[in-house]
């Protein structure tokens, strides 16, 4: 399941680059709107798959895509923490090339940073946390989008302490999603995504007011 993981992730990155390189995406946004239309094309074809699969597993296929660490094992834990280590330590071993990415690529070209191969580099590394992690829990929503924007407003924009403290924050928040998803509808198990849905949707919006106030 984790190496089918891994390549799903790199599958839909290698499919996003290359609707992005179709549709001339250079900037961030454009490639945020090549994101999301790959992954509405792939949630289409899951969701035939599913239509089109035992019934009986519908309702463990749908607790899955929803999030949730309720069909997560400790014995499974070693494949995602070993993921996690080493792309961890390649992130935070790069993280003055990332500073100097937010500046600009000619800015990072003029550093010494191969700006097209880091770039590919940082996604790829992105797609095999996010695929182990989304194998064993499910998809959970809004942690990974709305946790740092949180960090930098604390930290700043220095990704030497945007990355731990990304980490941290982001376990501690997926801890009380995950106590409040099993205390609000106890004995049964709301998934995760559900909570950090609705926290991070409304945590979103008020971030992106505050932008458009400032």
């Known amino acids: 399941m984790t190496l089918l993981a891994i390549l799903g992730a790199l599958g839909a990155t290698a499919i996003v680059l290359g609707v992005s390189r179709f549709a001339d995406a250079t900037n961030a946004d454009r490639l945020v709107l090549a994101g999301v239309a790959v992954s509405f094309i792939i949630m ?53 090339d990332l500073n100097a990415m937010t500046v600009g690529d000619e800015t990072a070209s003029t550093l010494g940073i191969p700006v097209a191969r880091f770039r590919l580099t940082t996604f ?8 182990v992690m989304v194998a064993f829990s499910g998809i959970i929503g809004f942690v990974g989008l709305m946790v740092p924007h949180v960090v930098r407003m604390v930290v700043g924009g220095d990704y030497r302490r945007v990355l731990p403290g990304s980490a941290l924050v982001g376990a501690v928040f997926l801890l009380w999603a995950d106590i409040a998803a099993r205390t609000v509808m106890a004995p049964e198990d709301m998934p995760i995504g559900i909570v950090t849905g609705m926290v991070g949707g409304v945590c979103f919006v008020w971030l992106l007011g505050r932008k458009r106030a400032m």
């Open 44 to 96: 289409a074809a899951a969701n035939v798959l599913i239509f089109l699969g035992d019934p009986r597993a519908t309702h463990t296929v749908v607790f899955w895509m929803l999030g949730g660490l309720g069909l997560a094992q400790w014995s499974q834990l070693l494949y995602p923490l070993v993921v996690l280590l080493v792309c961890a330590v390649w992130l935070m071993a790069r993280a003055g």
């Open 124 to 131: 790829v590394v992105g797609a095999l946390i996010t695929g």
